[in-house]
């Protein structure tokens, strides 16, 4: 008796270890690709190494982030299917939410309408949100041009 609750006893721990690397493996963590650029095989990919091409936008689960891979992530593409590394610094970590401005909008340092205005964003143009803060929204115009819009110069939805 004593022998089948310790098998028991172990053969759910498995199972429990098995569904937790289970999730991990699947991506609890959405993330979208701030530039257009690559997925490699392994950490700090190569020359020569196959790599697949991911576009800026592009949702994906994030993996694993470890520190000794001097800022790699493994992600998975939304085939769920396509895995590998791709730079830290190309990824948003939150799930992919797309505005489109309905009018020009001034990009702001900070949620701050004194603040400095680093340049105006034209109606029309797709951007992706960051953060909000009341009605603030931080977004990426494109690869490192980042700032505030207020509420009013978009509406929401993706192309």
Same mark, same amino acid.
């Given at each position: 008796m004593k022998k089948i609750a310790i098998l028991s006893l172990i053969a759910a721990s498995l199972l429990v270890a098995c569904a937790s690397g289970q999730r991990q493996d699947t991506g609890d963590d959405?993330?979208?690709v701030l530039k257009d650029t690559y997925i490699y095989g392994k950490p700090g990919g190569s020359v020569g190494? &196959?790599?697949v091409r991911v576009n800026r936008g592009e949702g994906v689960s994030l993996l694993k982030s470890e520190e000794g891979q001097n800022g790699w992530a493994q992600v @998975? @593409? *939304?085939d769920r299917e396509t895995k590998g590394w791709i730079v830290e610094k190309y990824l948003h970590r939150g799930p992919k939410i797309e505005i489109r @401005?309905?009018?020009? *909008? &001034?990009l702001y340092v900070r949620p701050d309408a004194n603040s400095k205005i680093e340049s105006t964003i034209v109606s029309g143009t797709y951007v992706l949100v960051l953060k909000q803060l009341d009605d603030w929204k931080k977004v990426s115009v494109e690869y490192e041009k980042e700032g505030w819009i207020n509420s009013?110069?978009?509406t929401s939805g993706s192309r």
């Open positions: 959405a993330g979208v190494e &196959s790599k @998975l @593409l *939304a @401005l309905t009018q020009n *909008a &001034s009013g110069a978009y």
